[in-house]
Structures are given as C-alpha cells and as structure tokens.
C-alpha cells in the first residue's frame, strides 16, 4: 500500500463531501425544510433544467458534460469521477441455481448466491481450503449452495435462533445428505468472537486448520467485526466479504448542535490512514460523514437510470417532492409526523396529489410537537387535506428540481460508497493482510455488488 496515495485519495474524498453536504448531508423527506433545492447553483440549473430525458440520465449515468457548462459543474462531475474507485468491469458467466434451489428465491437472491459461491470458490481452490464459515448465514442457502455444487464443509452462524432453527428444518427435509457437511449455529457474532467462533469449528469440524470467512451482505457492524475476526482468528486464511446497509454501523458519540446532530461512529473511519488524514487536515467528520451520507453510500447506483423513462422520472419526482410538502407542512405548523404503519406511503397512489394525501393521513399521525401546541383549536381531517393541498400547489412546480437534485446526489452514490469500502480495505492493509476489492455481481440487479478479498500470507 502507498501511504501517501491512500492519503491524497482520503483528502480528496473528504473535501468532495465536505463541499457536497447540500446534497448528500439532509434526509431527503427534509429536502425542502432545509431549502436544499434553492442550493443547487443557479448557473447549474440553467443548464440542466433545459436536458432533454437522455441527456439528463447520460449526465448521471455516463458523467457526460457539454462544453458550454460552468467550470464549477464540470469539476463536479470530474470529481465524483476520480472518487469513484469502485470497478464496474465485470463479465459475469451464466449461471443458474440448480431448480430445486430456487424455491421461495427472488431472482435478485438466486444471483447473488450463485456469483458468491462462484468467487467463494474462484478464492478458496488455490490455498486447499475445503471449510467455509459464513456470517450471518441466514436460511443457509450459501452454505448449502457451497456444499451442492462444490463440495465444501460450511459451518453457518447466524444471529437470529429462528432463522437457524428454520435452516435446520429445510436441511432435514430438502438436503439431507448434507447434515454432517453443513451445520448451523446459533451465534451472535461480534468483533470480540474469535476464540469462540474457532471453539465451534474445532467442535464441529475436528482438526480444521485453514478455513474461509464469508458474508454475503453483512449488515453494519457485521462487517467491520468479520475483518477483526478475520486479523485474529488463527484458522481463518481467507475472507470474502460483501457488506450492506453501512447506516447501520454502531454511532458511539453524538452532539446535539442547534443545527443538526453530529454523528461519531464507532467503526468508520476505520483505517489509521483515513483518521490521520482527518485529524491533519482539522475535519469535523461529525458534521457531514453522518448517517445520511452512510444510507447514500448503500442505495441504488445511477445504473438505476440507465435508459429510465420520463415516466418513470414524472412518478419519483412526485413521490420525493410529496414526502417532502408533508414534512414541510409538519414544520410550519408545529408537528411531527408518525407512521402509525411501517410504511409511510404507497407509491401506487403517487401520480395524485389528493389520494396522496387522504392515503398518508390512514398511514401517518400528525401530533403536537409539546404540550403547548394542544391548546389551538381542532383541525378536521378535511381542513388538514385542504391546507396540505394548498403547500403543494405553492411547491408543485419544483418537481423538475427535484429530479435534477436527486441525481446530482445519485452522482454521489459510488464515491461514498467506495470511500467507506477503501478505508475498510486500508485497515486490512495496515494489519499485514493482502486484500482489494472485486466486482462480483450485476450491480443493477444487486447494488451492494463489490466483495472484499483478503488472504493472510
């Protein structure tokens, strides 16, 4: 690893989300409340308004820029660029779970099991290793998918009891003839689990000396624990790891300022390289690395508007703007919105305003901010719809901003996606390990779709 490398890289990224925290630093129901429409530059939108559908999915897509645009827009688009270290080269061979496999899978679950166990193969064939754990291992279906078509013995360690119980009964049932090569465990792992997790291979698998770490989509701390796991577990040769939902990572300090709340999380920044660099360069992470630019980091790629309709954008527009008009009605008046149902709205009631609203208010309360605000007068539900109505009508003409906004943020999905995913692979770096990262899968069909691979020497 080139230190210096790492850290021009570390600077760069952090002053690129630094200048962007308009866009990526605010929940998107609040993109009105906190005026992040009115921050797009105005020479930016002159220009972006104007682009036909093409023209504006090619711009987010592509990175394709006009010569006549501002110099402040076109660094923009350079520098999302160079952020971006994530490789998209990736040819994918064909590939089909056997039928009896596919059962109650989503084809999205089919592709990602098969191009895992693919790679967890690929990785494990040169080194002998014949033994897989896998964290987090759900129903099973990797583990059983690495035993059928490959071979292996896989110890499976999954958090939740029921889902290793419910493992354990498909087994018995659909796999039989894998009981003693495939056993699952109940395991709530953690960053401190080495010498339990070896414990439970030696009873398992007797005698087993080099073993392959796995997690397919390893939720928050999963990941960063498998990596320390990994460093300390004796047995553990190779890691392959694919990690999700980054927001999720354990917050170990926050300050409440008039402005927002500052967020420290306990495991990003990982790496000595990405702390010194912040600590050099006097970065109040807090402020703008929060869960906001963490949920970013883990949504959807802008392959999501590779050759999208206009239709399609006419029904997102919609839908991010109306989310929004309720928030920012909540605010004027004094309330806070709560779901009374997981989710908050239907999109199949997206394209009008007047069943929006009737819909939302099944779906959410509107309550008093304090006690002090029971004391007006009782709105009926019909005065609510009407005044809601009457925000929208003020803010309706704002749905192409919202598009132009969303993608501009989009633009910034792979840069923090691949800030968060080098600072994990410089840490293994920093501890003596090989590792890099590795497309695995369609990142269309599965967003979460780069692994890390690391093997000790």
């Known amino acids: ?46 220009h972006l308004q104007v682009l036909q559908n093409d023209e504006l999915n090619n ?11 501002p110099d402040s827009l076109k660094a923009y688009v350079n520098h999302c660029k160079v952020t971006d270290r994530l490789s998209s080269t990736l040819t994918l061979p064909s590939a089909e779970l056997p039928q009896n496999f596919r059962i109650g899978l989503s084809r999205k679950k089919q592709h990602e099991i098969m191009h895992l166990a693919r790679l967890v193969h690929v990785q494990c064939k040169p080194y002998n290793i014949q033994t897989i754990i896998d964290l987090g291992a759900g129903l099973g279906y990797v583990c059983q998918m690495l035993h059928h078509l490959y071979g292996y013995q896989v110890l499976g360690l999954e958090r939740k009891e029921e889902n290793v119980n419910r493992a354990c009964t498909k087994q018995r049932t659909a796999y ?23 414990s439970i291979l030696q009873r398992e698998f007797p005698n087993t000396t080099a073993a392959c ?3 397919l989509h390893a939720c928050g701390d999963l990941s960063t624990s498998a990596s320390r796991i990994f460093r300390r577990m004796k047995s553990a040769k190779l890691l392959i790891l694919i990690s999700c939902c980054y927001h999720k990572l354990s917050i170990s300090d926050s300050v409440r300022t008039p402005s927002q709340e500052k967020q420290y999380f306990r495991n990003f920044p990982m790496s000595n390289c990405l702390r010194e660099v912040i600590a050099t360069h006097s970065f109040d992470v807090g402020q703008f690395l929060r869960v906001p630019f963490l949920r970013l980091a883990c949504q959807e790629s802008v392959d999501k508007w590779r050759g999208m309709s206009g239709e399609k954008h006419d029904e997102h527009s919609f839908h991010v703007l109306a989310r929004a008009v309720l928030e920012l009605y909540s605010q004027q008046n004094n309330l806070i919105l709560r779901k009374k149902v997981r989710k908050g709205t239907r999109k199949s009631q997206c394209m009008d305003f007047q069943t929006y609203v009737k819909d939302s208010l099944l779906r959410y309360d509107l309550m008093p901010k304090s006690d002090m605000d029971l004391t007006g007068d009782v709105i009926t539900r019909d005065e609510l719809e009407r005044d809601i109505s009457r925000v929208w009508e003020k803010q309706n003409e704002r ?41 695995v899968m369609n990142k269309r069909l599965s967003p979460r779709s780069h692994a890390i691979v690391s093997h000790k020497r």
């Open 176 to 198: 039989p003839e894998s009981l003693t090569h495939v056993r699952y465990i109940h395991c709530d792992v953690t960053c401190d689990s080495a010498d339990r997790i070896e």
């Open 59 to 69: 711009f987010v897509v592509e990175k394709m820029t006009k010569s006549e645009w």
């Open 399 to 439: 749905l192409r901003a919202v598009e132009i906004y969303t993608g501009l943020q989009m633009m910034l999905q792979l840069p923090a996606e691949s800030l968060v995913l080098q600072d994990r692979l410089c840490w293994l770096h920093e501890q003596g390990l090989e590792a890099m990262i590795v497309p």
């Open 213 to 215: 770490l796995i997690g």
């Open 1 to 46: 690893m080139d230190t210096n490398t790492e850290k021009r890289y570390f600077l760069d990224a952090l002053r690129l989300f630094y200048e962007t925290q308009w866009l990526h630093n605010i929940p998107v129901t609040e993109i009105l409340t906190q005026g992040c429409l009115d921050s797009i530059p105005r020479e930016w939108m002159d």
